[in-house]
């Protein structure tokens, strides 16, 4: 009897391996025949067809497995299997825990540390599945720790971060609004430290604007659905006061193309903004700038500031403001990311993001995978290995932390002082090691809107302003088809030559 089961059941797996085959072996050869040019009804079979592949293998191994599978563990790993085939950084599927993250930083509020998270969903021997601090939020516990975008949080009270989820990354940092959470944060390659934040209730400001003498400085750390307006209110609040502008880009991975369409509107009268091109013509769009949204006059003398962090949105800015010839680029080259996605929610609290098009500058240049060298080139020093190490080393002391603690109060002279002893221990410039300890003094205040101690690119900027001939420097700036042509001309010339 028992024998006669088993046969039953292992003709029924042959009857099921054989329909499975035999779906596959038709289609195949279906395919093989078709000419390469497929009509749209030939086109609409083949993916009839491929559906039905697909549904014929989640069947079989439902019923022949050896062990039972979890339905929602297939339905996963075949749409990130998809997006994954499309070889593309910036098309992911959004398990239900990356959909919950990308919702927390961009709406509302909420409790906890204010660190915009990444984390690889593979944990491989070689590239620990870490969580990759993002961006931190203006004024939170993780901007005033002086935590910083591109460092890895591989520790949360201990627990390795590489073995959680998302999910429970995002519940260990959160919690009741006051108590403490230790993280591990490692910067670079050498650098691995401690910092103990104090959860708070977290809001995510996108504008921060204030005079600095007769500058009005603009900080944006993302495009928001309400960031256009903000920057209004700032302008219209200070329009009375200011002679330049600054807008400070750097750090700011992107958001909504149309908040930074509409904010270029602002200072741009005429001519494209931006342009989104996509494998479907009558999706492509053009932005064109519109005198009667124009804020800013065009004498007003406005620089923007840009990184490596700048990224999507602060590019389409900085390129339109570039091309237009209404800005002078300062900092470091940005981002490169000359793309548009747009996040889709699946019925199953999941969802997904694709590429659907590219966008270009009002030149025509689009700069994905490139960037846009800013006009002026400033840069940070980097650490030299004796300075990582004394700054490994202070950080996850609490050194800094116990000397202000005991001297409260501290103002820039206290500051000062006490930044040159430490540095009869700590090897690091006298600029740094200030930065440190005003971080630490600052925890429990409002963070400043600047720090010109300590910011190098911000004083730059004002230094242009102040010394030099802001109108000759724009009149000898390239826009970015100008500079394309010449990387193109010397990546030619390099290749000859190999």
Same mark, same amino acid.
């Given at each position: ?36 040019a497929l009509t749209a009804d030939q086109?609409?079979?083949?993916? *009839? ?178 960031? +256009? ?30 908040? +930074? ?13 931006? +342009? ?20 800013? $006059? ?63 500058? $009002? ?17 940070? $020093? ?39 002893e430490l540095q009869k221990t700590y ?6 090691? *200030? ?64």
């Amino acid at each position: 009897m028992e024998k006669a089961k088993s046969s039953r059941h292992g003709f029924k797996r042959t009857l099921s391996f054989i329909f499975f085959y035999a779906v596959v072996s038709v289609f195949a050869s279906q395919c093989f025949a078709q000419s390469q040019a497929l009509t749209a009804d030939q086109k609409s079979q083949r993916d *009839r067809q491929y559906l039905e592949i697909i549904n014929s293998l989640y069947y079989y191994i439902q019923q022949n497995y050896i062990d039972e599978v979890d339905a929602e563990k297939l339905y996963e790993g075949a749409l990130k299997g998809m997006i994954d085939s499309l070889d593309d950084p910036y098309s992911q599927y959004l398990s239900k825990d990356d959909w919950r993250s990308l919702s927390d930083k961009t709406v509302g509020t909420f409790g906890g540390v204010g660190l915009s998270i990444t984390k690889p969903t593979e944990n491989k021997p070689d590239k620990p599945a870490y969580v990759e601090v993002a961006q931190p939020i203006d004024d939170s516990p993780g901007a005033k720790a002086g935590i910083q975008p591109g460092d890895f949080i591989i520790k949360i009270d201990g627990v390795d971060t590489s073995t959680l989820t998302m999910n429970e990354v995002l519940d260990r940092l959160r919690g009741t609004v006051g108590e403490p959470v230790t993280v591990t944060i490692k910067r670079g390659k050498k650098m691995e430290f401690d910092c103990t934040l104090i959860r708070a209730l977290i809001e995510n400001p996108t504008v921060k604007a204030g005079m600095i003498r007769d500058t009005l400085y603009i900080r944006l750390s993302e495009f928001g659905s309400t960031t +256009a307006d903000k920057v209004k209110d700032a302008l219209d609040k200070y329009r009375r006061n200011y002679k330049s502008i600054i807008l400070d880009l750097r750090n700011n991975g992107g958001g909504l193309l149309t908040s +930074a369409y509409n904010i270029a509107d602002m200072f741009i009268d005429d001519g494209v903004i931006v +342009a989104t091109k996509s494998r479907i013509a009558y999706e492509n769009s053009v932005y064109t700038a519109s005198k009667r949204n124009t804020e800013v $006059p065009g004498e007003i003398p406005l620089i923007v500031l840009i990184n490596g962090a700048s990224a999507s949105a602060s590019e389409i800015l900085a390129g339109a403001l570039k091309d237009a010839h209404r800005a002078y680029l300062v900092g470091e080259k940005s981002f490169g990311k000359g793309s548009v996605q747009i996040p889709t929610p699946l019925i199953n609290n999941d969802g997904f993001k694709i590429t659907v098009a590219k966008y270009y500058s $009002p030149t025509d240049v689009n700069i994905d995978k490139v960037g846009i060298p800013p006009d002026r080139e400033v840069a940070y $020093p980097e650490f030299s290995d004796e300075e990582s190490e004394a700054f490994s080393t202070l950080m996850s002391s609490d050194t800094i932390e116990k000397y202000v603690e005991d001297h409260p109060g501290m103002g820039e002279v206290a500051i000062a002082s006490y930044a040159k002893e430490l540095q009869k221990t700590y090897k690091l410039d006298l600029r740094t090691l *200030r930065k440190l300890v005003r971080n630490e003094v600052q925890r429990t205040q409002k963070s400043p809107l600047y720090d010109l101690d300590y910011d190098l690119q911000l004083n730059a900027a004002l230094g242009i302003f102040a010394e030099e001939d802001y109108d000759a420097l724009m009149s000898q700036a390239k826009d970015l088809k100008q500079l394309e042509t010449e990387r193109l001309a010397k990546e030619s010339q390099t290749a000859k030559a190999e």
